[in-house]
């Protein structure tokens, strides 16, 4: 690493169709938290930054549960003009998706499901060698955007048999 410099992480970004309606997914759900001002934004110093011609956004930052007053956030901004994209997928190149641990895996996609989201793929228990059992699932929140649940532990759950 080039020690001429330093690194910390501070958030992820979404383009959203409908900001509010995803932040407030990710504020119910997992207990993410705004943090003001919401952005109103545009200008040319925007455009040039973006690269989007006449760009204009509105959007908030969400503080991530579990990281304190100073964590990282997830970043939900609605542009002007929103381009349609490829649905996302677990395997296309580029942004994958983002990862909450839980404490019940399958409660938490049933509750995804609930609030407009939908599950990916089915809830799978898994002993990985040397790191220990997971419980995970991929769900989509409501704008099709993955979110990967966990569970890691060194007991498997009484209700989920263990897949091969």
Known sequence: MDKSFKARYTHTNLVARDWKRLAAFYERLFGCIPVPPERDLSGEWLTRATGVREAALRGVHLRLPGHGDSGPT?????????????????????????????????????????????????????????VGLLVFAYAADPEGNIIELQQWSGEPPSDHGEDS
Not at 77 to 95: C, I, K, M, T, W
Not at 108 to 122: C, F, H, K, Y
């Open 74 to 130: 997830l970043e939900i901004f609605q542009y002007s003009e929103v381009l349609d994209g490829a649905a996302p997928a677990a395997n296309r190149q580029g942004y994958g998706h983002v990862a909450f641990a839980v404490n019940d895996v399958a409660g938490t996609a049933d509750l995804v499901v609930r609030n407009g989201g939908s599950l990916v793929g089915e809830v799978v228990t898994r002993t990985l060698p040397g």
